[in-house]
């Protein structure tokens, strides 16, 4: 399992506060929706999906994955600036267009950014994952080695 349940309570941590901005994003949405006139934007009022399936169900993953070592805390940070940006991303659309208005700059830039740090925080975490398993694949070949099957 983990080497302490230190590394899990702090995973668990994360996995509360992305169920507290996925549930302030959704009202946010939904507030900004109520005030926009009767223009209404899928980017704005979907903005909380983000958080919910990027934060919480990555780090439920990953809180209950049973292994040694997590990534560590610039992998977590990259990914979660990842998911931040696509999040901010998505409510400036919705302002936008419920503006009526648009900004091709702006949705290039944070666009490129969140998904490079999206990417870079993913494969960092894909192969901290990837070579815990390669440990242990390894670990049991000599196990049954020694034990002669």
Same mark, same amino acid.
């Given at each position: 399992?983990?080497?302490?349940?230190?590394?899990?309570?702090?995973?668990?941590?994360?996995?509360?506060?992305?169920?507290?901005?996925? /549930?302030?994003?959704?009202?946010? $949405?939904?507030? !900004?929706?109520?005030?926009?006139?009767?223009?209404?934007? &899928?980017?704005?009022?979907?903005?909380?999906?983000? &958080?919910?399936?990027? $934060?919480?169900?990555? !780090?439920?993953?990953?809180?209950? /994955? &049973?292994?040694?070592?997590? &990534?560590?805390?610039?992998?977590?940070?990259?990914?979660?600036?990842?998911? $931040?940006?696509?999040?901010?991303?998505?409510?400036?659309? $919705?302002?936008?267009?419920?503006?009526?208005?648009?900004?091709?700059?702006?949705?290039?830039?944070?666009?490129?950014?969140?998904?490079?740090?999206?990417?870079?925080?993913?494969?960092?975490?894909?192969?901290?994952?990837?070579?815990?398993?390669?440990?242990?694949?390894?670990?049991?070949?000599?196990?049954?080695?020694?034990?002669?099957?």
């Amino acid at each position: 399992m983990f080497i302490s349940e230190k590394i899990k309570t702090s995973t668990l941590r994360t996995v509360y506060i992305y169920i507290g901005v996925t /549930i302030f994003i959704g009202i946010f $949405g939904a507030v !900004y929706e109520i005030f926009s006139h009767n223009v209404f934007s &899928p980017a704005m009022y979907l903005a909380w999906i983000i &958080p919910c399936t990027l $934060g919480v169900f990555v !780090y439920l993953l990953l809180a209950f /994955i &049973p292994m040694e070592k997590v &990534p560590g805390l610039v992998t977590a940070c990259v990914y979660n600036f990842g998911v $931040g940006m696509l999040t901010i991303r998505s409510i400036f659309i $919705g302002v936008i267009e419920i503006y009526g208005t648009t900004n091709t700059a702006m949705l290039t830039a944070y666009t490129v950014l969140s998904i490079v740090f999206l990417a870079v925080g993913g494969s960092a975490y894909l192969a901290i994952i990837g070579y815990e398993i390669y440990k242990l694949i390894k670990r049991n070949k000599e196990k049954q080695t020694r034990q002669g099957v």
